[in-house]
């Protein structure tokens, strides 16, 4: 299994960016999916999670900037940042709980490569 992640880059104060995350290989099936956030310096930090029946969670600091969303036909999490701040600067990582067969009940956490995130102010 592989998370492709992408979306990130270089953005003023205020403006919005798309990240998207793509799940491949042998994949079964897809409880929750999530983002998180390292920024210089930083521990990662979990930002949202969506679950895969759509129930939406953040982490206080970007309610009502950030929504995400997911596609369950193509195994693809999403997360839209808008209203940016320099303190959203960080490296954005996907984080999907993934059942790879029907013959186990075993969900594994895999995570994607990282996606950049440079808010100026």
């Known amino acids: 299994v592989q998370l492709q992640a992408s979306g990130g880059g270089l953005v003023q104060a205020g403006g919005s960016l798309r990240l998207t995350c793509a799940a491949s290989?042998?994949?079964?099936?897809?409880?929750?999916m999530g983002w998180y956030r390292q920024a210089p310096g930083k521990q990662r930090e979990w930002v949202a999670r969506?679950?895969?029946?759509?129930?939406?969670d953040y982490v206080d600091s970007v309610k009502g900037r950030f929504t995400i969303s997911r596609d369950n036909d193509k195994n693809t999490v999403n997360l839209q940042l808008n209203s940016l701040k320099p303190e959203d600067t960080a490296v954005y990582y996907c984080?999907?709980?993934?059942?790879?067969?029907?013959?186990?009940?075993?969900?594994?956490?895999?995570w994607g490569q990282g996606t950049l995130v440079t808010v100026s102010s």
């Open positions: 290989g042998r994949i079964f099936s897809i409880n929750d």
């Open positions: 984080r999907a709980e993934i059942r790879q067969s029907a013959f186990t009940s075993i969900f594994s956490y895999y």
């Open positions: 969506i679950t895969s029946d759509g129930s939406t």
